[in-house]
């Protein structure tokens, strides 16, 4: 396995916080292989598999089951994330220390794509992940105020009689959130931050020394919501894409720390959940294959990061949130290493149906897109080379 990276750039494998895997319960869309291998293209090396599968993700079976199945596949570590209430139903906490003591280790609890919107609930579960070290990741998104929204509410959501998701949605969540983990004493994690606001909000908690953290995806770096004009439900998402100064604030955030890391919140959805009206069509966008490229072209082309500031948000610092902290430090000699090489000159077009994904529902289809992966390795063994996997 001797590998040329005369010209290419050598980084950390990256680790992504927020992946939808769909297994069990819905593998027409996702399978935890096809997920590996479209997360090994990406350059990843490990991945948080989000708990609102079916079942719910909410006892150590599936959590151990989801890990023991992704060492078998071989291509990532893809890390159970466990639900942080029964059902997702935000009503009874979840049995979060079995999961944490079981083989999958689960390390982020999560609501996602609902939200832990009872206060108390919220505080409980702040308190019971902190006495165990585990990070709780909150969707934010008050759900009084998203009824039946389906687009960012603006003018463009107006115009074209989509009902609105309001900023306050998302805010109000996260400044009440980063307050309550200022009383507990405790660590929260924001998903998918996607308003100015937002940003506004964590450099103040931080300020505070709220021990916060957050994450945004490329979508939200790239796309916002003049997109809808096409009605094209691939747009649709959640949080919805917003306006061009919300994309603004969070390349910013981004490249200044306020936002610590990139997650790719990537949802495999069925083509005919997908091809129906917008108002119809399920929430979320594939992200894994696209993460990278459009990261170079959202943050390193406007010279908002460089490729020291990729490592740190694709990899180290969503290590350092997660505590893997075999990732980003300097290896001895001889070390079985997790890496990712990348040909910072290459341009590729982005085809749905090449994708290693099941599902198509790419917002990025037919995008000319700067950066290629030319090889992904777990711990020294290649599992992805020029595009194509590499079998174990
Ligand atoms: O767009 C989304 N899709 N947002 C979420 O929070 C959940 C996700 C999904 O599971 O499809
Ligand atoms: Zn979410
Ligand atoms: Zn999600």
Redesign the pocket.
Known sequence: QTVDGAGQVLLPGFIDLHT?LREPGREDTETIESGSAAAALGGYTAVFA?A?TSPVADTAVITDYVWKRGQEVGLVDVHPVGAVTVGLEGKQLAEMGTMAAGVGAVRIFSD??HCVYDPLIMRRALEYANSLGVLIAQ?A?EPRLTKGAVAHEGPTASRLGLAGWPRAAEESIVARDALLARDAGARVHI??ASTAGTVELLKWAKAQGISITAEVTPHHLLLDDSRLETYDAVN????PLREASDVAALRQALAEGVVDCVAT?H???ADQDKCCEFAAA????LGLETALSIIVETMVKPGLLDWRGVARVMSENPARIVGLDDQGRPLAVGEPANLVLIDPAAEWTVEADDLASIARNTPFQAMTLPAKVTATFLRGRLTARDGKIVAG
């Open positions: 939808h989000m609102n996602d794509g969707h998104e998903c998918h649709r998402v959640n949080p919140d949802a495999p959805h399920r929430p979320g966008m």
